[in-house]
């Protein structure tokens, strides 16, 4: 079974830093898996936050760019992010996901059971 846990959350101060980890386990070796981070604040739907494609692409949504950086081990099993320049605003409960694909085996998605951000103003 596919397992995503999470870990690097805390509390900050406005113009701190956190590093975020996701640590996978259970995968199926016939399945490739594409791993981002999402976050919610409560009453608000989760966002897409950063992600590497299949082809080792970091994407990163706009509110983002310039401040976080993601990255992943060569074994594709763990997904971190480094959060610089934090506001007010990265409030939120991050989340790990990854989506299984490759062959008709391979159709679900996992998230982790995330981690809280807190940044203080």
């Known amino acids: 079974q596919v397992r995503l846990e999470e870990s690097g959350g805390g509390s900050v101060q406005a113009g701190g830093a956190l590093r975020l980890s996701c640590s996978a386990s259970g995968y199926r070796p016939y399945c490739t898996y594409t791993m981002k981070w999402y976050r919610q604040v409560p009453g608000k739907e989760r966002e897409f936050v950063s992600g590497?494609?299949?082809?080792?692409?970091?994407n990163y949504a706009d509110f983002v760019k310039g401040r976080f950086t993601i990255s992943q081990d060569n074994a594709k099993t763990t997904l971190e992010l480094q959060m610089a320049s934090l506001r007010s605003e990265d409030t939120a409960m991050y989340y790990c996901n990854a989506k299984a694909s490759g062959n008709v085996l391979c159709r679900s998605t996992y998230w982790g059971q995330g981690t809280q951000v807190t940044v203080s103003s």
């Open positions: 590497i494609d299949s082809s080792g692409t970091a």
